[in-house]
């Protein structure tokens, strides 16, 4: 693959025999940072003004253009089609891209959702938590209140981060619809239910007739404690959301431009290492390439693989014998019977060609015949006709 300073793929003797350059990684992220930043600036001193409205509106513009989305860009070898891997999950990065005091925080929860309101109005629930969650809505409600495409847009528009109970996560795609799930503000599943140990140890509970919880089941749902609860949304907050599609490309947000250059590049090794051991079938032996872009950027390659396959096997030591002699019989007779039909055919089409010839060819001279003998009889019947004209009858005297 070239020099070592331009390598992107590295082998070890011991463990994944594939890991992450850092120095790689580190580079990428500098240029596509800095790309950002330049570009954004250039924009800036372009730009005229943008509303006559007031100022505050110009001010939001500003600060979504400044802090503009990261993505890392996952392309593996073979299709994910493991129906549990596409279920949504999270990574914990070390550098949380929801820090922000002003963030919006809407709660999807299994019914009753009034246990949900009682658990973040608690005293120990932690109020610099509780005064990001703004609204926190029941899937029962949410079902009534939102079923036009106008409602479930005002509620997108209101929100920054939408986190769903992950006993009620999979049904909400038919809810939500494409407006969420065509965006970065898909639904993070997060774990509020009570879970109830022995001993210290989970216990399972059984398996009921359908994998997937109906109304009745979750009416009278039970949640954590209120620590519990804030733990969970809190880890939940400092996580990069993953949703693989059943394709061999997935989109991951890594970091924003605000982040340092090593700041992004740690998260997303945080990322690549929670994709591997989690989420894509036999880890790095079937990723073909990894990249990371801007919302406006071209992808910069952090990582490529030097094989096309997955697994050894795959692979043919020697190409296969194509020569005529080791064709099956079967093949090798209709090959054969092929080519004499294609002979006897070319053949018929030439006899059939001269004997047409032959044929025009007679009929021409036999009409040059014709008309040669009908232009002599024309002469001679010219030469006779006087002769015949000068000869007067004798009238008979007796």
């Not at 992950?166 to 639904?187: C, E, H, N, W």
Request: proline share 5%.
């Amino acid at each position: 693959m070239g020099s070592s300073n331009t390598q992107l793929t590295s082998k070890v003797t011991s463990g994944s025999p594939y890991q992450l350059d850092k120095p790689q990684v580190l580079k990428a992220s500098t240029a596509l940072l800095k790309h950002i930043k330049s570009t954004q600036q250039e924009q800036e001193k372009t730009a005229t003004k943008k509303t006559l409205i007031g100022d505050n509106d110009s001010d939001d513009e500003d600060a979504a253009i400044k802090n503009e989305a990261v993505w890392l860009v996952l392309t593996t070898k073979q299709h994910v089609v493991d129906k549990n891997r596409l279920k949504p999950g999270k990574i914990p990065i070390p550098h949380s891209l929801n820090t922000s005091p002003s963030l919006s925080i809407c709660l999807i929860t299994a019914d009753p959702q009034r246990g949900v309101k009682d658990i973040i109005a608690d005293s120990t629930f932690p109020q610099e938590l509780s005064s990001r969650i703004e609204k926190v809505i029941g899937f029962s409600k949410l079902k009534a209140r939102y079923q036009s495409f106008e409602s479930r847009r005002q509620l997108f528009a209101e929100h920054d981060v939408f986190l769903a109970d992950d006993r009620i996560a999979m049904r909400l795609v038919q809810t939500l619809g494409k407006i969420f799930y065509k965006s970065s503000k898909r639904p993070i599943p997060i774990r509020i239910a009570e879970i109830e140990k022995v001993d210290g140890k989970r216990v399972k509970k059984e398996k009921k007739r359908p994998n997937v919880p109906t109304d009745k089941d979750v009416k009278h749902a039970s949640f954590a404690s209120p620590l519990i609860v804030a733990k969970e949304i809190e880890r939940t907050l400092n996580c990069a959301s993953v949703q693989l599609a059943p394709s061999t490309t997935a989109a991951v947000r890594v970091g924003s431009s605000k982040l340092t250059p090593e700041q992004l590049s740690e998260n997303v090794a945080a990322v690549v290492k929670g994709l591997t051991d989690k989420f894509v079938a036999k880890g790095w032996r079937n990723i073909k390439a990894l990249h990371i872009k801007g919302a406006n950027t071209m992808a910069l390659p952090i990582w490529l693989a030097d094989e096309l396959w997955v697994e050894d096997s795959n692979v043919l030591e020697a190409a296969p014998e194509t020569d005529a002699g080791n064709f099956p019989k079967k093949r090798k007779a209709a090959t054969e019977g092929k080519l004499l039909e294609e002979k006897k055919t070319k053949k018929t089409k030439s006899a059939d060609d001269e004997e047409e010839a032959a044929a025009v060819a007679a009929r021409k001279e036999k009409l040059q015949q014709l008309k040669s003998k009908a232009l002599e009889d024309g002469e001679t019947n010219k030469t006779e006709a006087p002769k015949a004209g000068g000869k007067k009858k004798r009238k008979s005297t007796s």
